[in-house]
């Protein structure tokens, strides 16, 4: 049965991820992957006969026996090779992945499943991971003990991701109300400050509750202080000698020590709007540096190749966060109520987000978003 013929027979809401497997689309591609790694487990690549000898590779279904206290065990267990998505992408098929399948044996594959989760991404740019409510069949952890027996373990609700909604076609598109704006009024005022485009007099009304923002900076080996979003980098406001007098903040001792005093970050308004870019990449190059310094103090080869892995991870992160042009509902929701704040250095992120508000929310106005700062600040009192 093919997609189609699936499709024909149930709506899209009731189609399982079990379901899409055993389409032939899939079946073609796992032989797509068998060839490709020559039938051999991409992890072990070696198995043991019945008379302990060692075979270099193996296909399907040859008998192999396990050591247990220098015994053979399980002798007529058979060993079968299995395709093993190493990430998902949120709503997309199992057969739509081009580097992301590789062929494991079904002892290596159930390995994987019990020491980690599988990373699940909201699209193929893999910037923001999905990290939703947790499976309710394994609680989490992507694979069920009592069930060895049957796909190894590997939870087959959640398919080893530990999450509860990796594979939902007809999800309904999440949106904006007042109330998330309220609960997340920090992180939209962030992204406000950021890009707003403000009048004179409403910054001088909300000047009690907009972010000034600072660049990203390192005072000294310890002391650095983090890139935040702020009125420093909008480019939508003309800063008035009235406006520097009114922002200006006077700056304050944070660090003293062998007779210097530190001064925290200290706007310079001639230096405004400060380029989101430019200070994007300045924080990528103080992230790579730490790796580097991480990578010459170590003396493990195996160290020394994770850190490598993680710079380049790190390099492709921050080249996908500048070049990301389109940002799903989820992938929305999902920064605005995180910790991923870089996505608001993005010159897409803000109007796309707006535009979301303006149509979730129509009678959203600045002064009533602001509103909530008041209404916050009142209730405390």
Request: net charge negative.
């Amino acid at each position: 049965m093919n997609i189609s013929q699936l499709l024909d027979l149930k709506t899209s809401d009731h189609i399982t991820y079990q379901d899409l497997l055993n389409c032939d689309e899939w079946k073609n591609k796992r032989e797509e992957i068998l060839d490709r790694d020559n039938h051999l487990c991409t992890i072990c690549k070696t198995s043991k006969t019945l008379d302990g000898t060692f075979l270099t590779g193996y296909s399907k279904n040859i008998l192999y026996a396990r050591r247990m206290n220098g015994e053979l065990s399980l002798p007529d267990f058979r060993i079968h090779l299995e395709v093993h998505h190493e990430f998902y992408i949120r709503n997309l098929f199992p057969w739509e992945y081009d580097d992301a399948l590789i062929t494991v044996c079904n002892e290596c594959h159930a390995a994987i499943h019990q020491e980690r989760k599988i990373p699940v991404y909201f699209d193929q740019s893999k910037t923001i991971a999905v990290n939703e409510d947790p499976c309710q069949k394994c609680g989490g952890l992507g694979f069920l003990d009592m069930f060895a027996h049957v796909q190894n373990g590997i939870c087959f609700q959640c398919h080893g991701t530990g999450i509860q909604t990796f594979w939902s076609p007809n999800k309904k598109e999440k949106k904006f109300t007042w109330q998330f704006l309220y609960e997340y009024r920090t992180a939209f005022n962030y992204l406000f400050s950021g890009n707003y485009s403000f009048s004179e007099k409403q910054l001088i009304d909300f000047k009690n509750y907009l972010e000034l923002g600072n660049e990203h900076y390192e005072i000294n080996s310890v002391i650095s202080k983090e890139l935040k979003l702020g009125l420093i980098f909008n480019t939508n406001i003309c800063w008035t000698d009235y406006l520097e007098i009114l922002f200006y903040n006077k700056p304050q001792i944070i660090y003293t020590g062998d007779g210097i005093d530190i001064y925290d970050y200290q706007i310079d308004f001639a230096k405004l709007p400060i380029d989101k870019t430019v200070e994007l990449f300045k924080n990528k190059d103080y992230q790579e540096s730490l790796f580097i310094k991480l990578y010459e103090a170590i003396e493990s080869d195996t160290d020394s190749q994770h850190i490598t892995v993680e710079f380049e991870r790190n390099q492709k992160y921050y080249n996908l966060l500048r070049e990301k042009t389109n940002y799903s509902a989820d992938e929305i929701f999902h920064i605005m109520s995180g910790e991923e704040r870089l996505h608001y250095f993005n010159e897409n992120f803000y109007n796309i987000v707006f535009e979301k508000i303006t149509n979730d929310i129509p009678n959203f106005t600045i002064e009533k978003f602001y509103g909530l700062f008041a209404k916050r600040t009142a209730n405390q009192t």
